[in-house]
């Protein structure tokens, strides 16, 4: 094959000398507008794991670069004043010139031919030249290729909301450095980070905001770099700032991150009768926030994974395994450095925590890293963070503190009079059991087994106002005595039995009532019996199938708040500690608060305080009905993912209303409002809006969605995303998930019921066993493990 690549940058370097080490009999040619020596950038991130995959894939080149590496294992965070250190992340940094440098010596090597300061304005006519038979698009983020065929491969570009840049200094580093500096105009922050014996790479960021109001937008380079000097002379200790962009005048050094994905990567160009593929690599297909320093990792990634490809011979095959593949390696990636990027974009929200949570933010901002992760990379950090944080929760629970650490889903809450031991919540989940409203020996079976499992408060499901407010017959309710003195069995069950909490959570089924059994066909209406329907306006759930809900009328909010008042007081009744009110997932109070369902003219339509206007009024009723000593908090959707539908900026001003009328917690849910809904899954994926709400609105929050594993909660508590975290699906499966995660991790201080304590004893038995036969079992193979155990 012929092969040419255009753009001499790590991806088409890498990938030209992959490809002639397996294939010696392929022509491979690499074509760079710049000269061999010129590089705008200063140094190099790499992972020990990325190096890892380096050796395995070109030992010689990998060598040299390991040779020219700084490497480090702490990342150091200044703070208001303070530094937080942790260790064992095993990062190296490298000059990106003798990155560059290596891999052209390694493409010489391997008979590569490189071609310096030739510009491409024409792939087709450099394909007829070389008689390609393939082309490699590497050619950058501003790649003109791929904006010259972009109907094909169809580029999303997002600009971002900050402004950096990238400059150098002599300031020697020996840990990845986070500086952050306030000024009257907000906040800065410096990456900074050694990359060779003498120079440091330091990248300045700030809100394109703060830019603009600090003048930075008129200034030349020499008062920019005066700028950052004075406003991270701390950090620098005397030490000069350095540009390496001379040809750039004025601020136009300054870059915003241009978040970039391509829905195809692969085009054929006509030639002369013949198709000749056009494929696209590194940052011309894809980009990912510096923050997480994987750029060039994905770029180095791409040519390893294209090289590998082309061996199978079928090229059309190869290029879709290879877009495949990589495609969703890179959609991971992309997800954790916007994650990342979205944390940078937003430090002013995480500015009142104390440095030691500041810090565990940041080092987790991306999901990636993860509270066991960090014990795993630096156990005496994470030891000493959680003895900070269970301290801190102690007092603030006004408990005893505990003499060690103790993992953070594991500290007590206090809100109002009720003490949570932990901060597991088992989630309200529909079980569709009840006969005319009434809760059985079902309901004391499922949520007694879950109060026995180790949660601090066990949230009963969607209990309904009034008969016309369930979902479905089988809902549970609190409109009649019978309803009352069924539910008292169960608290004073939950109550006597263990140390949990019971909450009710109230709401009404509006437009989305009279259906049937999820397991019977979910949202779908009843075959018979089917009862009116009213919401905020006249809707259809699902169209050309739901029942049609009318719009209410002023006598039926009136009614229905009449409803939520008696149930509450029947809640109270029956001793629940803890009340939700339900405003989410469409039902008839998210249905007022939504503009997707919310058309009314009245005072309770139109802007967001008007659309909040009625749940709110039912907040201050039900509030005032409830006992001061006893908690409530909000269910809200805060997102709809629907365009036109409410934001998680929209959430956090839903947060600060019902904050206003006195809601103790905002639970952080989304969706479930609209069937053209397109929700974006993963592991936690619901926690940025629990964290934008609580670390902006100032408000405490429940996360709840995907999260599955102690690791989660730690995580989510430990970094201040939340407050409490509300498991549900894992729930079903174990009651018991609670007092399973804590031996998993090897926390063994965690509450107990008396009657399950000799099972505690043999299961950590069992886990201390396992440790030891994992010990004992190191290194050998599993026939020696096999004739060991049998000798005993």
Same mark, same amino acid.
């Given at each position: 094959?012929?092969?040419?690549?255009?753009?001499?940058?790590?991806?088409?370097?890498?990938?030209?000398?992959?490809?002639?080490?397996?294939h010696?009999?392929?022509?491979?040619?690499?074509?760079?507008?710049?000269?061999?020596?010129?590089t705008?950038?200063?140094?190099?991130?790499f992972?020990?794991?990325t190096?890892?995959?380096?050796?395995?894939?070109?030992?010689?080149?990998?060598?040299d670069?390991?040779?020219?590496?700084?490497?480090?294992?702490?990342?150091?965070?200044?703070?208001k004043?303070?530094?937080?250190?942790?260790?064992?992340?095993?990062?190296?940094?490298?000059?990106?010139?003798?990155?560059?440098?290596?891999?052209?010596?390694?493409?010489?090597?391997l008979?590569?031919?490189?071609?310096?300061?030739?510009?491409?304005?024409?792939?087709?006519?450099?394909?007829?030249?070389?008689?390609?038979?393939?082309?490699?698009?590497?050619?950058?983020?501003?790649?003109?290729?791929?904006?010259?065929?972009?109907?094909?491969?169809?580029?999303?570009?997002?600009?971002?909301?900050?402004r950096?840049?990238?400059?150098?200094?002599?300031?020697?580093?020996?840990?990845?450095?986070?500086?952050f500096?306030?000024?009257?105009?907000?906040?800065?922050?410096?990456?900074?980070?050694?990359?060779?014996?003498?120079?440091?790479?330091?990248?300045?960021?700030?809100l394109?905001?703060?830019?603009?109001?600090?003048?930075?937008?008129?200034?030349?380079?020499?008062?920019?770099?005066?700028?950052c000097?004075?406003?991270?002379?701390?950090?620098?200790?005397?030490?000069?700032?350095?540009a390496?962009?001379?040809?750039?005048?004025?601020?136009?050094?300054?870059?915003?991150?241009?978040r970039?994905?391509?829905?195809?990567?692969?085009?054929?160009?006509?030639?002369?009768?013949?198709?000749?593929?056009?494929?696209l690599?590194?940052?011309?297909?894809?980009t990912?926030?510096?923050?997480?320093?994987s750029?060039?990792?994905?770029?180095?990634?791409?040519?390893?994974?294209?090289?590998?490809?082309?061996?199978?011979?079928?090229?059309?095959?190869?290029?879709?395994?290879?877009?495949?593949?990589?495609?969703?390696?890179?959609?991971?990636?992309?997800?954790?450095?916007?994650?990342?990027?979205?944390?940078?974009?937003?430090?002013?929200?995480?500015?009142?925590?104390e440095?030691?949570?500041?810090?565990y933010?940041?080092?987790?901002r991306s999901?990636?890293?993860?509270?066991?992760?960090? &014990?795993?990379? @630096?156990?005496?950090?994470? /030891?000493?963070?959680? %003895?900070?944080?269970? $301290?801190r929760?102690a007092?603030? !629970?006004?408990?005893?503190?505990?003499?060690?650490?103790?993992?953070?889903?594991?500290t007590?809450?206090?809100?109002?009079?009720?003490?949570?031991?932990?901060?597991v919540?088992?989630?309200?989940?529909?079980?569709?059991?009840?006969?005319?409203?009434?809760?059985?020996?079902?309901h004391?079976?499922?949520?007694?087994?879950?109060?026995?499992?180790?949660?601090?408060?066990?949230?009963?499901?969607?209990?309904?106002?009034?008969?016309?407010?369930?979902?479905?017959?089988?809902?549970?309710?609190?409109?009649?005595?019978?309803?009352?003195?069924?539910?008292? &069995?169960?608290? @004073?069950?939950?109550?006597? /039995?263990?140390?949990? %909490?019971i909450?009710? $959570?109230?709401?009404?089924?509006? !437009?989305?009532?009279?259906?049937?059994?999820?397991?019977?066909?979910?949202?779908?209406?009843?075959d018979?019996?089917?009862?009116?329907?009213?919401?905020?306006s006249?809707?259809?759930?699902?169209?050309?199938v739901?029942?049609?809900?009318?719009?209410?009328t002023?006598?039926?909010?009136?009614?229905?708040?009449?409803d939520?008042?008696?149930?509450?007081?029947?809640?109270?009744?029956?001793g629940?500690?803890?009340?939700?009110?339900?405003?989410?997932?469409?039902?008839?109070?998210?249905?007022?608060?939504?503009?997707?369902?919310?058309?009314?003219?009245?005072?309770?339509g139109?802007?967001?305080?008007?659309?909040?206007?009625?749940p709110?009024?039912?907040?201050?009723?039900?509030r005032? !009905?409830?006992?001061?000593?006893?908690?409530?908090?909000?269910?809200?959707?805060?997102?709809?993912?629907?365009?036109?539908?409410?934001?998680?900026a929209?959430?956090?001003?839903?947060?600060?209303?019902?904050?206003?009328?006195?809601?103790?917690?905002?639970?952080?849910?989304?969706?479930?409002?609209?069937?053209?809904?397109?929700?974006?899954?993963?592991?936690?994926?619901?926690?940025?809006?629990?964290?934008?709400?609580?670390?902006?609105?100032?408000?405490p929050?429940?996360?709840?969605?995907?999260?599955?594993?102690?690791?989660?909660?730690?995580?989510?508590?430990?970094?201040?995303?939340?407050?409490?975290?509300?498991?549900?699906?894992?729930?079903?499966?174990?009651?018991?998930?609670?007092?399973?995660?804590?031996?998993?991790?090897?926390?063994?201080?965690?509450?107990?019921?008396r009657q399950?304590?000799?099972?505690?004893?043999?299961?950590?038995?069992?886990?201390?066993?396992?440790?030891?036969?994992?010990?004992?079992?190191?290194g050998?193979?599993?026939?020696?493990?096999?004739?060991?155990?049998?000798?005993?």
């Open positions: 094959m012929n092969i040419v690549c255009v753009g001499g940058g790590p991806a088409g370097l890498y990938f030209a000398l992959l490809t002639r080490k397996r010696p009999e392929h022509t491979v040619v690499v074509v760079e507008r710049n000269r061999p020596s010129d705008f950038g200063w140094g190099v991130v992972s020990d794991q190096l890892g995959h380096l050796a395995q894939a070109d030992e010689p080149s990998a060598r670069i390991l040779q020219s590496f700084n490497h480090w294992d702490d990342i150091d965070v200044h703070f004043g303070r530094t937080v250190t942790s260790g064992g992340h095993g990062f190296c940094g490298i000059s990106r010139k003798r990155l560059l440098n290596i891999l052209q010596e390694r493409c010489r090597a008979g590569v031919e490189l071609v310096f300061e030739q510009d491409v304005c024409d792939e087709a006519e450099l394909a007829r030249r070389y008689r390609a038979d393939l082309v490699v698009a590497c050619d950058g983020v501003n790649s003109a290729i791929r904006q010259r065929h972009a109907d094909v491969f169809q580029p999303e570009t997002e600009p971002r909301l900050c950096f840049v990238w400059l150098g200094t002599r300031k020697r580093f020996d840990a990845f450095t986070f500086a500096e306030e000024t009257e105009h907000g906040w800065f922050q410096a990456h900074a980070y050694q990359y060779d014996g003498e120079t440091s790479t330091f990248i300045v960021e700030t394109e905001s703060t830019w603009r109001a600090a003048g930075l937008e008129s200034m030349e380079q020499a008062d920019a770099l005066a700028f000097e004075r406003l991270f002379a701390r950090h620098l200790d005397g030490h000069a700032l350095m390496n962009a001379a040809h750039l005048r004025g601020s136009a050094m300054w870059i915003r991150f241009p970039l994905a391509c829905r195809n990567w692969v085009h054929r160009l006509e030639l002369d009768g013949r198709r000749v593929p056009l494929v690599m590194g940052d011309a297909a894809h990912a926030h510096f923050s997480i320093g750029g060039t990792k994905l770029a180095l990634e791409d040519a390893i994974e294209l090289a590998r490809a082309l061996d199978g011979g079928d090229i059309d095959a190869a290029l879709a395994r290879y877009q495949d593949l990589r495609m969703v390696e890179v959609l991971k990636l992309q997800s954790a450095a916007r994650n990342s990027m979205e944390w940078f974009e937003n430090v002013a929200r995480y500015t009142a925590m440095a030691e949570q500041f810090a933010s940041l080092l987790t999901q990636r890293l993860s509270h066991e992760n960090l &014990r795993l990379r @630096d156990p005496d950090y994470v /030891a000493g963070f959680e %003895r900070w944080f269970a $301290q929760a007092l603030q !629970a006004g408990v005893p503190a505990p003499e060690g650490p103790v993992p953070p889903m594991f007590p809450y206090r809100v109002r009079g009720v003490l949570l031991k932990n901060r919540v088992v989630s309200p989940m529909a079980q569709y059991s009840a006969e005319d409203g009434t809760v059985g020996d079902y004391l079976a499922h949520l007694g087994a879950r109060a026995m499992g180790g949660a601090a408060l066990v949230m009963a499901e969607m209990t309904c106002v009034s008969a016309d407010a369930r979902i479905t017959p089988g809902c549970p309710g609190l409109y009649t005595p019978e309803h009352t003195a069924a539910w008292k &069995r169960i608290v @004073d069950f939950v109550h006597g /039995a263990t140390d949990a %909490r909450g009710v $959570q109230l709401g009404h089924a509006g !437009a989305k009532g009279s259906t049937r059994a999820a397991w019977d066909g979910i949202d779908l209406p009843l018979e019996g089917n009862w009116p329907l009213v919401a905020a006249s809707q259809q759930y699902i169209e050309g739901s029942q049609t809900a009318r719009a209410a002023p006598d039926d909010l009136e009614r229905i708040k009449r939520f008042v008696r149930a509450t007081e029947a809640a109270a009744e029956a629940f500690d803890w009340l939700e009110l339900h405003c989410a997932h469409g039902y008839l109070l998210s249905s007022f608060i939504s503009p997707l369902t919310n058309l009314r003219g009245d005072a309770y139109g802007s967001l305080e008007n659309r909040c206007r009625y709110l009024e039912v907040f201050a009723a039900v005032a !009905a409830w006992p001061q000593d006893r908690p409530i908090s909000v269910r809200v959707s805060a997102h709809d993912w629907v365009e036109g539908g409410v934001t998680p929209d959430a956090v001003e839903i947060a600060r209303l019902f904050k206003e009328a006195g809601a103790d917690m905002i639970d952080c849910s989304s969706g479930q409002v609209s069937k053209l809904e397109k929700p974006v899954f993963g592991r936690m994926f619901q926690t940025p809006f629990s964290d934008r709400i609580r670390n902006e609105a100032g408000i929050t429940i996360a709840v969605g995907a999260i599955y594993e102690a690791d989660h909660v730690n995580s989510i508590i430990a970094a201040g995303r939340a407050d409490l975290c509300a498991v549900a699906r894992p729930h079903l499966a174990n009651p018991a998930w609670t007092l399973l995660e804590a031996a998993r991790i090897g926390y063994t201080g965690a509450a107990w019921p399950y304590r000799a099972g505690k004893l043999q299961l950590e038995r069992n886990l201390e066993r396992e440790r030891a036969l994992q010990a004992a079992s190191a050998l193979s599993p026939q020696q493990v096999a004739a060991r155990l049998l000798e005993g």
